[in-house]
């Protein structure tokens, strides 16, 4: 569970895994010592090529915005970010623009055998890549679904099935390889939650009752926590490598 801290301008992912080895998110308290840490530990300075951060070990990193506007023109920024002679760069931005991103760095000549790409978007593999795949340069992702899995594709084939029905409207063409992390998460939190639902009541174990509930008070379901207890433990095979 990854937590982006607002109040800090540079937008700082942490990430708490305590004793129990399960992600925890912040507190407010945490939160304002870890900035006031981190603040401590780093130098800003901000520039004409962008925000510059420099680590207590003399690391520096250099911050650069794609663009201001949404007039889809990323030349400019990517003319000057080569006049600095970097060659190795962090790449953050939406699976929407991703490919066009990579074609103008070609276009300035940022995609040659010179140049290291890490790409944080883990939705990456739904973009064709094959345009630059001989340019030489190292593009590194991660990867969270593999599309040749039998999981994969049975339910792109369910899906694609379930879009042909009349009352679906207009039929979907979804191919393994397409399939983003959102879909693969729900997806596997509706398993997950199905299977411990047919677990707490398999052979009339327990009987669950719905409740109805208000918004406006601090009522609880009876039966919340010992769902969400069980899904803790319950092991289902999911779409996540």
Do not use: H
């Not at 345009?131 to 590194?140: C, E, K, L, V």
């Amino acid at each position: 569970m990854y937590r982006t801290i607002a109040k800090c301008e540079q937008g700082i992912i942490c990430l708490i895994l305590p004793n129990s080895k399960r992600p925890r998110a912040f507190t407010g308290q945490r939160s304002e010592r870890l900035i006031r840490r981190t603040k401590n530990r780093l130098e800003y300075q901000r520039g004409e090529t962008g925000l510059s951060i420099t680590t207590s070990k003399s690391k520096k990193v250099l911050l650069k915005q794609l663009e201001t506007t949404d007039s889809g023109n990323y030349r400019v920024a990517l003319t000057e970010v080569k006049a600095l002679g970097e060659t190795n760069y962090v790449l953050v931005c939406s699976t929407n623009i991703l490919e066009e991103v990579l074609k103008q760095l070609q276009q300035v000549g940022m995609m040659t055998e010179t140049y290291n790409y890490l790409i944080t978007n883990l939705d990456t593999q739904t973009v064709d890549l094959s345009p630059f795949q001989y340019a030489g340069t190292n593009i590194t992702a991660i990867r969270m679904l593999d599309p040749d899995s039998k999981e994969v594709t049975q339910i792109t084939e369910n899906i694609q099935k379930m879009s042909a029905l009349p009352f679906s409207g207009i039929p979907i063409l979804l191919q393994a390889w397409k399939t983003k992390l959102e879909t693969a998460l729900i997806i596997d939190a509706v398993q997950l939650f199905y299977e411990t639902i047919y677990d707490l009541t398999k052979n009339k174990k327990k009987v669950i009752r719905g409740v109805s509930l208000s918004c406006s008070n601090q009522s609880n379901w009876n039966e919340g926590y010992t769902i969400t207890n069980l899904m803790k433990s319950v092991g289902i095979i999911c779409f996540l490598l």
